[in-house]
């Protein structure tokens, strides 16, 4: 029953497509008939962009100017969001964690961003002409097919300060400092899973630049070893600069992720962002005022904030390492 269902969209669709070709390739200029077959091929779609996607995103900008009663507000949720310490708390900066959300997705940001990248990219080099590299590949990938609410989970274990691999392996060095649990001290508890979350994205890294050295002619590193260019030389020079549009890419999707990350500090932490809220987010902060304060308007616009934030950052991010 279902299938047959299916069937019937189907062939509906087919037959509206079919006449809307035909009508519109009897009328108009040659160049008329081709932007309406185009839009009639896109137009599905299109309506399912601006039914799943546009439209949420007006609704969700439009929630935002309204408060828990539904009252207009105008634009005093963005600025309750952006004067609460939850988002930037810096008073007496530097001290101790909780610094608010958007601080910690800068830190997040700063750190996880050249780790992941350049780590990738060294194995990649390093993998390329290994006989098993694919194994490895794969091994490393596993991370980047990992739910991350259960790498969330995974975290627990790994920074436990009893049976975590982390803490022992420091306890058995002499650093004592950190050999403790990390997910339970607010010093160590958002550096923890920025680490952790290293691995979960490294693949990512690993696999894009892995296609773009194939890309790459043997010619030119051999003509650099020709000229007695050393290994760095030949990295800065000749393989970093014709790797730019992996970069562009890894940057670009590293930034998006890094900026909505959830699942995995609510899988290792609690809603509240962990121990004094040390490692919150803003994913996190738009999920506790929604449905946990269910202050919508506020998610909303803790939700919107997050959206330009991270349009801006990319465009930057892409704008930049375009021209250069």
């Known amino acids: 029953m279902r299938r047959s269902r299916i069937e019937g969209v189907a062939r509906l669709l087919g037959r509206l497509r079919d006449r809307t070709s035909r009508f519109v ?12 077959l185009r839009l009639a091929f896109f137009s599905p779609a299109l309506f399912l962009i601006v039914l799943f996607v546009g439209y949420p995103v007006i609704a969700t900008i439009g929630v935002s100017f309204f408060d828990a009663n539904g009252q207009f507000v105008g634009f005093a949720n963005y600025g309750n ?25 800068a830190i997040w940001i700063a750190i996880h961003l050249p780790l992941s990248m350049f780590l990738g990219m060294w194995l990649a080099l390093v993998l390329r002409e290994v006989r098993g590299a694919a194994w490895v590949k794969a091994a490393i990938f596993i991370g980047m097919v990992t739910p991350l609410i259960i790498g969330g989970i995974m975290m627990l274990y790994v920074f436990d300060g009893a049976i975590g691999i982390v803490p022992k392996f420091f306890a058995s060095i002499g650093i004592r400092s950190l050999a403790s649990g990390w997910l339970q001290r607010p010093t160590t508890l958002l550096f923890g899973l920025i680490f952790g979350s290293v691995w979960l994205w490294t693949g990512f890294s690993l696999i894009v630049y ?8 043997k010619e030119y590193w051999e003509a650099a070893k020709i000229d007695g260019a050393s290994t760095l030389r030949t990295f800065t020079n000749v393989t970093f600069p014709l790797l730019k549009p992996m970069t562009i890419v890894v940057v670009t999707m590293s930034i998006l992720w890094e900026l909505k990350i959830f699942d995995l500090v609510f899988g290792a932490t609690s ?6 809220g040390a490692a919150d987010v803003l994913a996190l902060q738009m999920y506790r005022q ?4 269910f202050d919508f308007g506020t998610a909303a616009a803790v939700a919107t904030f997050l959206s330009l934030l991270t349009l801006v950052a990319t465009s930057i991010t892409i704008r930049y390492m375009v021209k250069r």
């Open 25 to 36: 390739g009897k009328r108009g200029s040659p160049r008329a008939r081709r932007a309406g």
């Open 81 to 105: 969001v952006l004067g609460s310490p939850d988002t930037i708390n810096i008073n007496g900066f530097p001290k101790p964690p909780p610094f608010g959300t958007l601080i910690n997705n």
């Open 210 to 217: 892995s296609a773009g050295l194939t890309t790459i002619p």
């Open 271 to 276: 809603p509240n962002g962990g121990v004094g």
């Open 290 to 293: 929604a449905f946990v304060q």
